[in-house]
C-alpha cells in the first residue's frame, strides 16, 4: 500500500516519496519535501509557484473528521448535511443516507456561491442603490413642493390678511407637519433600503472571502438568501397635498380658503409584492365598550346606499338617482356629480388621489370624476359593474354579475388593465352566488379581499391570491336570528365590518372572521359603511337617508 494511504495517513512528497510533503507547486500541481522544493526551483524553464502546502489553492482543504481525528472528510451526506470520512460512511449512523463526493459538493457549491455573487453584484445591489438614489431625488425636490404650497397659501391670505391672518397661520401649520410627516416616512425608507444595503455588502464580502477560503466546512454550511434579496424593500408612494382655494366669502373665509388635500403615504411593494401598505404598522386600538354616534348627516335622498370617505368631515354619498353629493358633517351639499347616463350609480369610491369613482351597470362602466369631469375607465362586454373599492395600491376591485345573471366575480383593475380575476375556489366551485346583485366589496390590511353575499346570508374572504380563506355566516353564538350582509368596511387594525340590515346593527369580525361584537347606536337598515383616516365609522342608512359618524375604537 502507498504509504500516503496507511493508516496513519503520512502525505509524502511526491518526487522522493519518502520524506514528508510541506510545499506545494502550483504551476505543477505537485506536492514537496523542503528539499524537493529547492530544487524544483532551479527549474529557470518555468515560473513555479512554490507555497506551503496549507496554503495550496488548487485542490480541496480537506478538514479533519470531528469524531475521527486521524482522518480526513472526503465524503458528503447529503440527508445530513455534513461531510464524513470514511470510518463515519461505515459506522451505520448514515445507512441508507444518499452519499456524494466531498469534490463534486464542494464543486457544486462552488458554483452555487459564484452565482450568487454575480446575482448580487450586477443585479440586486444596482437596483437597491438606483431605490436609495430614487428616494434621495424626491427628498431634494421636496423643499419645492412644500415651497409651492407655502406660496400659494401667502398669496392668498395677502387678498384677504386681515380677516384671514389666523387661517393662514393654520394652513401653514398643517403643511409645516405634512411636510415633516413626508420627510420622516421618506427618511425611514432610506434607513430600510439602507441597512438591506449594509447587509447584501457583508453577504457579498464573505462570499468572496469563502470562496478565496475553499474552505468545505464553511462552503457546506452555505445558506443562501438571494431569494430574500431578489423581493425589493417597500417603496413609500406619497402623494402630495394640495391647496384648493376658493372664491373670498367673508362670511365663510375658514371655509372658503381652501382645503388641503389628505398627505397621502402608502407603501409600493417591490417586484414581488402585489400589495401596498402604510409606512408603520398602526397603533393598538382596543374596542370602546360603548360606541356611539359624533355625527349625523341628512343626504336629502329618498333612499341611500352608498358612502365613502373624502376626509374626517366631507362625505361622498349615493341613493336611487342620477346624482352624487358631496356633504359635510352639517349637511351642507359641497359639490354634487350627475352620472353620465343619466341612471342612479351602483357603488361609489374615493381613490388615493381623492376622486371620485363610480359604477354605471346600465351602459357598463366603471368612471372617473376629475376636477368635476367624467372619464371613462373600464366598459365591460358580457358583464354589469356593481360594487367597487380602490385599494391602498391605487387599484380597483370590481364586483361583476354576467349578463345572463348566472355568474358573479371580482375582478382587480390598475388604471383600465385588468390584473387579477377572482370566481372560484380550488375546487372550481363558484365563490359567490349569482342570483343577488348586492356584492359589496372591501379589501382589508392584510390584503384580504371581502366580499358581502346577501344570497347565501355570507361574507366571502380570500386572500390576495384569491384563495378561499373563510365565509362569515353570522355570530355563532346567535342563531335564532337570519344574517343578512350588505356594506362592508375595513379599518387599520384589519377588523372586517359588515351591516346586517334586517337587524339594525353592524358586526365586527378579527381578520380571521370571528365575532368580536356588535354595533347597534339605534341604527335604522344599515347599509353602506366606510372608514376615515382615523378609524371613525360612516354607515349609511337606507330608508333614512342619513348617514351616521360613529366613534366605536
Same mark, same amino acid.
Given at each position: ?29 505537485? %506536492? ?45 451526506? !447529503? ?22 463526493? =466531498? ?21 440586486? $445591489? ?32 395677502? =387678498? ?16 409645516? !407637519? ?47 438568501? &438571494?431569494? !430574500? ?19 373670498? %366669502?367673508k362670511d365663510q373665509l375658514n371655509e372658503m380658503? *381652501?382645503?388641503? @388635500? ?5 407603501t409600493e411593494h417591490g417586484d414581488t409584492m ?37 376626509? !374626517? ?34 357603488? =361609489? ?99 384580504? =379581499? ?31 336570528? @337570519?344574517? &343578512?350582509?350588505? *356594506? ?38 344599515? $347599509? ?26
Open positions: 500500500m502507498h504509504p500516503w494511504r496507511s493508516a496513519q495517513h503520512v502525505l509524502l512528497c511526491d518526487l522522493c516519496e519518502t520524506v514528508p510533503l510541506q510545499r506545494h507547486c502550483e504551476l505543477c500541481n505537485i %506536492n514537496l519535501c523542503v528539499n524537493c522544493a529547492v530544487k524544483h526551483l532551479s527549474d529557470s524553464s518555468k515560473r513555479h509557484n512554490v507555497v506551503p502546502f496549507l496554503h495550496k489553492k488548487s485542490t480541496p482543504n480537506y478538514h479533519k473528521c470531528r469524531d475521527h481525528a486521524d482522518k480526513h472528510c472526503e465524503i458528503y451526506c !447529503e440527508k445530513c448535511g455534513i461531510p464524513l470520512c470514511s470510518t463515519c460512511v461505515t459506522s451505520g449512523k448514515h445507512k441508507g443516507h444518499e452519499m456524494s463526493d =466531498i469534490l463534486e459538493k464542494l464543486s457544486a457549491k462552488t458554483e452555487s456561491l459564484r452565482k450568487d455573487l454575480e446575482e448580487l453584484e450586477t443585479r440586486i $445591489y444596482h437596483r437597491y442603490d438606483k431605490m436609495a438614489s430614487d428616494v434621495e431625488t424626491e427628498k431634494a425636490e421636496l423643499e419645492a413642493n412644500y415651497g409651492k404650497l407655502t406660496t400659494d397659501a401667502d398669496e392668498q391670505g395677502e =387678498i384677504l390678511y386681515r380677516e384671514i391672518t389666523a387661517i393662514v397661520n393654520r394652513r401653514k401649520s398643517a403643511i409645516a !407637519e405634512m411636510k415633516s410627516t413626508h420627510l420622516d416616512a421618506l427618511n425611514k425608507n432610506t434607513e430600510e433600503i439602507t441597512q438591506k444595503i449594509t447587509e447584501l455588502k457583508q453577504i457579498i464580502s464573505d462570499l468572496k472571502s469563502m470562496l478565496n477560503s475553499n474552505d468545505v466546512s464553511l462552503t457546506s454550511t452555505y445558506k443562501s438568501r &438571494n431569494s !430574500e434579496f431578489r423581493t425589493l424593500p417597500p417603496k413609500v408612494r406619497v402623494t402630495l397635498p394640495s391647496l384648493s382655494p376658493q372664491k373670498i %366669502n380658503f *381652501g382645503s388641503l @388635500s389628505p398627505l397621502s403615504i402608502n402585489k400589495s401596498a401598505e402604510a409606512v408603520s404598522f398602526p397603533p393598538v386600538k382596543p374596542l370602546l365598550d360603548d360606541p356611539h354616534v359624533t355625527a349625523t348627516i341628512d343626504t336629502g335622498y329618498k333612499y341611500l346606499h352608498s358612502v365613502s370617505c373624502l376626509s !374626517e368631515d366631507q362625505v361622498w354619498t349615493c341613493g336611487m338617482n342620477e346624482t352624487m353629493k358631496l356633504l359635510n358633517l352639517q349637511s351642507k351639499q359641497l359639490t354634487s356629480i350627475q352620472t353620465k347616463s343619466g341612471d342612479w350609480p351602483r357603488d =361609489i369610491a374615493v381613490t388615493r388621489d381623492g376622486d371620485l369613482v363610480y359604477t354605471d351597470p346600465s351602459i357598463k362602466t366603471v368612471n372617473l370624476v376629475k376636477n368635476k369631469q367624467i372619464q371613462t375607465v373600464i366598459t365591460l362586454q358580457g358583464w354589469y359593474p356593481r360594487y367597487l373599492y380602490s385599494t391602498a395600491s391605487n387599484d380597483l376591485l370590481v364586483t361583476m354579475e354576467s349578463d345572463d345573471r348566472k355568474q358573479s366575480k371580482v375582478v382587480r383593475y390598475s388604471g383600465s388593465t385588468e390584473k387579477q380575476t377572482i370566481q372560484f375556489d380550488e375546487q372550481g366551485r363558484p365563490l359567490y352566488s349569482s342570483d343577488y346583485d348586492i356584492k359589496y366589496i372591501s379589501e382589508n390590511r392584510n390584503l384580504d =379581499i371581502c366580499v358581502t353575499d346577501p344570497s347565501t346570508s355570507a361574507v366571502v374572504v380570500v386572500n390576495q391570491s384569491g384563495k378561499l380563506r373563510f365565509k362569515y355566516t353570522g355570530n355563532p353564538f346567535n342563531t335564532k336570528q @337570519s344574517f &343578512n350582509p350588505s *356594506g362592508i368596511t375595513t379599518d387599520s387594525q384589519s377588523h372586517i365590518m359588515t351591516t346586517d340590515s334586517y337587524n339594525h346593527r353592524i358586526h365586527i369580525l378579527d381578520q380571521d372572521g370571528q365575532f368580536l361584537r356588535y354595533i347597534y347606536c339605534d341604527l335604522r337598515d344599515p $347599509y353602506g359603511l366606510c372608514v376615515d383616516i382615523r378609524d371613525n365609522l360612516f354607515v349609511a342608512e337606507f330608508g333614512t337617508a342619513k348617514v351616521k359618524k360613529i366613534q366605536y375604537l
